[in-house]
């Protein structure tokens, strides 16, 4: 399948400003206080930054390879309903997510803001495009299910893009988001400014934002015990042996849901 257009990140409309504070009121940030930073200005420094540079290791690295196996493996036995013939990575980046996708989707399409990000991505270009997520290049209910991997804590507005998300989805939605209500990671995010965003991302927060999204049926589950990027080769294969759900306070929060 081909994009319908293929409107470049440079056209998109620019998000609105003002803070993270979400409309009804419930703040979607760990601490209760929005970033001082307005929504533009987020995604244009996130621009900036991945438009210089790649994940810190490929995809075909061992511990990215183990910590995907792990994550595809759980979808696999967690996603319900009939296995999707059709996907769509949104913010694929390098391609971590659709290079082991593949085990639960035969034909997986990509699309990314960033050139550099594509450039190291080892799926063929005529499943990839250079999109901005907040206006997906495709029309309505293109792919049986719609996922991000590691893509909204990057975004100022990442309801908006999850409504994209199900507009473009025939049946699922899927996102996978760090949990700042691991002790680790929201160190992490602290300490490392182009990760900040994630400090708005828990599982109660992200059913939220799915929620207003317009998806249904949704599920939230906390995961995992180690990251792709940074996690040394060996402490990696003892995490791994832990088990993967980690209730409330694993390293990720993965929520699945249904087009409204
Ligand atoms: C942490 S990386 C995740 C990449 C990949 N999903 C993975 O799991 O390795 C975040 C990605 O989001 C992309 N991104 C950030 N803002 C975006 C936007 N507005 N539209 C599309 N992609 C965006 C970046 O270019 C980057 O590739």
Redesign the pocket.
Known sequence: MEPTTHRQ?EN?TAPSAGGFRDPDGESSHLFGQPPAMDRSTF?RR??EF?GTRT?LRAFDHPVVERFARQRVEWLAKSLGGPPPRTAL?????????QAYMQRICPVIFG????PE?LASNPLPRSRLCR????QLPFADQSFDLVY????LH??GEPER?VREMARTARDRVLVCEPNAWNPAMALFSTLVPEERGALRFTPLSLRGIMKRAGLRDIRVCAVGTFT?NRTPDRLSQLLHRLPYRVPWIGMYTIGIGRRG
């Open positions: 990140v998109a995604d996130q621009a991945w994940n990575d949104v913010g694929c980046g390098d391609g971590f997510g699309c990314d803001a960033s990000m999109a901005d997520a907040y991000c991997w590691e893509l990057h975004i893009v792709p």
